[in-house]
Nanobody
Framework: QVQLVESGGGLVQAGGSLRLLCVAS????????MGWFRQAPGKEREFAAA????????IYADSVKGRFTISRDNAKNTVYLQMNSLKPEDTAGYYC??????????????????WGQGTQVTVSS
């Protein structure tokens, strides 16, 4: 079992930066791949970024590639999403998720068994 709590969201102007954190409880975090997804009002939840259990493999959606960076600190049970050059279209609720298959950097929700409650990111133009 993994419980996930996100933080770090807020209101930022276009071009600005935010760093999201996801703190996990439970031993299985260290063996789990982690992902960040986002959901804008009226839209489906979509993949943003994922990282393997050891941090070696990462993958990004085309829409965030080059602007967002996912990382993790297993000693702190924490995964991060550094978001730079934010755009109004990045406005969404951001959710972290855990995939117990640690080597996999899945881009679809079906692989992720555990989800946080989300943190809101709003980018003003």
């Amino acid at each position: 079992q993994v419980q996930l709590v996100e933080s770090g969201g807020g209101l930022v102007q276009a071009g600005g930066s935010l760093r999201l954190l996801c703190v996990a409880s439970g031993r299985t975090f260290r063996n789990s791949a982690m992902g960040w997804f986002r959901q804008a009002p009226g839209k489906e939840r979509e993949f943003a970024a994922a990282i393997s259990w050891n941090g070696v493999n990462t993958i990004y959606a085309d829409s965030v590639k080059g602007r967002f960076t996912i990382s993790r600190d297993n000693a702190k049970n924490t995964v991060y999403l550094q978001m730079n050059s934010l755009k109004p279209e990045d406005t969404a609720g951001y959710y972290c998720a855990a995939d117990p298959t640690g080597w996999r950097t899945g881009t679809t929700r079906v692989f992720y068994h555990y989800w946080g409650q989300g943190t809101q990111v709003t980018v003003s133009s």
